[in-house]
């Protein structure tokens, strides 16, 4: 759908690496930095320049997985990494839905940082301590963890719209001795209170020793100690950066918590650097001066990658609210008055951009924009329609795939490669990803497990409260011994690309079958009259039957010719194996808190068996739509 010209393909950034490396194609460099990964990651050090001490072996046991240790005695502070510029560039932009606008220039966010830093040393935090921001995508969001981090502390986070419960279930598991939040935040127009749900969390949560609240809507901070009095006491200063090993702590994510409490997923500071540097970099053609977005919440990895943009010179363009605002406009007015450079979004935005019949490029100048990137669901073939129809023709549209597991992406873009239909472009530098079958044979073009058989520097140090390790093993590692398991169900093409199919827990098995969900969404979700779809297994009659909702456009009922024309469309582009056995209509689509929808959680309610963590839903109601439902209790 899409090449690079001959002259922008040379000027990128990992045309410049592979020049360095001695590589003539993307494909020679992949294969190098697999099979000698520890060169390919102290290459990628040196060639983003980065701050810190360099020493000992790269690599130790490195036939354990988990258990290999990268750069074991090397020592740099992650905060020292992105603070590198001091200058009046825009370091931050920040718009609040189309209500509020400010900008911090690489000089002010130092400053600030450096307050933050001093407040919460005097406030008692040091290695090791955690630091929590329950907060909107704000500047101060990015400076707190800056701060933390500067500290050699740990940071975690998660959005405004969790509700108690899910925050308790989050943060009650590390104790944090100190945590940010705002007065409130912003969705749709509304404004949304914050500190009524702060308080009953504090009373919960006896470890925070001190509770700053960040002005974002005006309203008194009382939940705690305003951030104007908390850094009141403290001048500017040079930024003393802990040095801290490459192995230690940095972030605490968390799993979606849809099937129990959360694991509390902990990524170490080098290997979250290196990396992230590698893919804004290398994949995603980075450079000092360019304007970085993603839609994201600080409950979402895509947060702490987008903040990494720091590291490489580029200014973040961060927006706090609903994408929808003006029909979904607002993201390309910001575009066009910042000059953005990378649009970054998920699958299901473009899908419903498309939907609505937005055409940016109509109405739009897009003129800085180069590459669009999407994560969160696989894109359908259609997306890839959409983005060179309606948005640009000449951007670099990256599918990107990895997750909170590894704050990072296993297979995503390649600036000097073509852009195929339906296809992430490549397998991400230095990770030794395959896809397996059930036995754990390499395959290519067909269907599997997505592994990576090599160990490589961003893996997690390990899950919190884990002493033995069992519990990161098992979520890893069972299947397949010493090799990592994702969980993706997918196929590397005749191109070298990657499509996914959905996850491999959702893979549906009617007569022993294997379907990737997405493999219906990509057909159903074509037709005008659905707005979003969500498909389970249900078990029936000794084996599994394909059951389909689907939510429609206002107004309109599901009949029985919108079921044949679904049935159809099914079965003349895919196989009679994916044909629902069972389509329902339902009011709404339960999804998470980063937008991605559960059937795993639909499909305990289905059965009749209970959701275990309804918190990490953001509107769990809709899961009533699907229980007791009469018609699965019959043929």
């Known amino acids: 759908m899409w090449s690079p010209s001959p002259e922008r393909a040379a000027q990128s950034e990992l045309a410049r690496f592979m020049r360095v490396a001695g590589k003539r194609s993307y494909d020679e460099l992949h294969a190098w930095s697999v099979e000698h990964a520890e060169e390919f990651w102290n290459l990628v050090w040196e060639f983003c320049e980065v701050r810190g001490k360099r020493q000992g072996p790269t690599l130790i046991d490195k036939q354990r997985m988990p258990g290999a240790q990268w750069f074991p005695q090397a020592k740099l502070n992650f905060a020292e990494n992105l603070l590198r510029r001091r200058d009046a560039a825009d370091a931050i932009v920040f718009w609040g839905e189309d209500r509020i606008r400010r900008r911090l220039s690489f000089e002010q966010l130092y400053v600030l940082v450096s307050r933050l830093a001093q407040a919460l040393a005097d406030a008692g935090v040091g290695p090791g301590d955690r630091v929590a921001g329950y907060l909107p995508n704000l500047p101060e969001s990015a400076a707190a963890m800056l701060a933390t981090a500067s500290l050699g502390a740990i940071w975690s986070s998660c959005s405004p719209d969790f509700g108690v419960q899910g925050v308790l279930d989050r943060f009650g598991q590390i104790e944090p ?98 990396q992230h540097l590698k893919e804004h970099r290398l994949h995603s053609d980075v450079k000092p001066g360019d304007r970085l977005f993603y839609f994201t919440t600080l409950g979402w990895m895509m947060w702490n990658w987008l903040v990494s943009g720091l590291a490489s010179g580029a200014t973040l363009l961060l927006y706090d ?21 990378h649009f970054g979004t998920s699958a299901k935005f473009i899908d419903a951009i498309a939907k609505s019949g937005l055409k940016p490029r109509e109405t739009h100048r897009l003129e800085g924009l180069r590459a669009v990137l999407s994560t969160g669901s696989p894109l359908a073939p259609e997306g890839f329609d959409y983005v060179y129809a309606s948005v640009k023709r000449d951007v670099c549209l990256s599918s990107i795939s990895g997750g909170t597991d590894i704050v990072s992406c296993f297979v995503l873009g390649n600036p000097t490669g073509p852009v195929w239909r339906g296809e992430i472009q490549a397998r991400g530098l230095g990770m030794a990803v395959e896809v397996f079958d059930e036995e754990g044979k390499s395959i290519t073009k067909e269907k599997g497990e997505l592994v990576c058989t090599k160990p490589f520097p961003c893996m997690p140090v390990g899950f919190w409260n884990d002493p033995d390790g069992a519990k990161y093993r098992a979520a890893y590692f069972e299947k397949y011994p010493n090799v990592w398991r994702h969980g993706d169900w997918c196929e590397i093409t005749e191109h070298g690309g990657i499509i996914i199919y959905g996850r491999s827990d959702t893979v549906l ?42 939510k429609l ?7 029985e010719e919108l079921i044949s024309s679904i049935k159809r469309r099914i079965r003349e582009n895919t196989t009679p194996r994916h044909v629902p056995a069972k389509i329902l209509q339902v009011a709404d689509i339960p999804r998470t808190k980063s937008g991605k929808i559960v059937e795993l959680a639909v499909r305990e309610v289905v059965h009749g068996r209970p959701v275990k963590n309804l918190e990490a839903l953001a509107n769990p109601e809709a899961l009533e739509h699907f229980r007791g439902r009469p018609e699965l209790a019959s043929a």
């Open 177 to 274: 001795k100190v945590l940010f939040c705002a007065d409130g935040y912003l969705y749709g127009g509304k404004e949304f209170d914050c500190q009524e749900k702060v308080q009953a969390v504090l009373a919960r949560l006896p470890s925070v020793q001190e509770c700053v609240v960040v002005d974002y809507l005006g309203a008194p901070a009382s939940a705690g100690t305003s951030l104007y009095d908390f850094l009141e006491p403290f001048e500017p200063q040079e930024i003393r950066f802990a040095q801290a090993g490459f192995n230690d702590p940095l972030y605490i994510l968390y799993s979606s918590g849809t099937t129990g409490v959360p694991k509390c997923i902990v990524h170490g500071a080098g290997g979250t650097l290196l």
């Open 321 to 341: 609210g609903s994408p929808f605002v003006q029909r979904g406009r607002t993201l390309f007015d910001l575009a066009d008055a910042e000059g953005m450079t």
């Open 509 to 550: 098995n009617p007569g022993g079958v294997r379907i990737g969900t997405a493999e219906i969404y990509r057909q159903v979700e074509q037709l005008p009259e659905i707005l979003e779809s969500l498909v389970i297994g249900q078990q029936w009659d000794s084996d599994v039957r394909v059951v389909l909702f689907v």
């Open 553 to 559: 456009k206002e107004g309109l009922a599901l009949s």
